[in-house]
């Protein structure tokens, strides 16, 4: 927070700790602290999250990605690699890390960099929209982002997208978070009485016949989705169910 108001990285505030701060920065400090203790998320306030490494832009009224959240993209270059995949729909895209980071990564690796894979994202937030884009541009690579639920702004591109990948609302509606939840915004968080709403809508909705499925999970909703979806649990870093993945069937 420090750097953040002299316009300085973190590392030059750590290796210079024995300056004094400039008397007419001292409020602007003082005020950033005070705000973080009422719970206010300290990405929101320094205006970037780290996610596999990178730095991100984002923004208040954007969800703040998770470490959990690093598995997807994980995943998603372990099939797209396995089944030398082309096109890849991320849905809910928030600040754009998953997608940007998909393609960052097919882009620069000399194995998948040949299967010119293409990213596609939607999001219902228009603000989320707007992030992923300045995000994308951050990194000078290439993504399409359209505003929409689900998959509905690709409608017409659905029989050939082959990888569906999604950090989807999954909270049950009565439950509780930690404070800095509160600052986020609750459609990239909530889904129903039991968190399920996103994905029964979901997969009512679509034919994912020939497409492989990925989107992370609550711990406690791996039976459930089993039963609804066929599919398999994977489990985080942290060893909780974390993880749906659906495979093409036979």
Known sequence: MIGKVLGKRKEYVIAHYDEECPDEQLDSIIHLFEKRLTGYPLQYIVGEVEFYGRLFYIEEGVLIPRWETEGLVDLSLEYIRKYKLRKVLDIGVGSGVIAVTIALECATNKE?????????????????????????ERYGISCEFRLGSYAEPFRKEWDSIELVVSNPPYVRNNAKLQKELDFEPEEA??????????????????????KIVIMEIGEDQGEKLISLTGGKILKDLAGKDRYLVIEPRD
């Open 112 to 136: 998948l960099s040949t299967l010119g894979v293409k990213v596609l994202g939607t999001d219902v937030n228009e603000k989320a929209i707007r992030l992923a884009k300045k995000n994308a």
């Open 189 to 210: 968080l909530f889904a129903g009485e039991d968190g399920l709403d996103f994905y029964r809508e979901f997969f009512n909705r679509y034919d994912i016949s020939g």
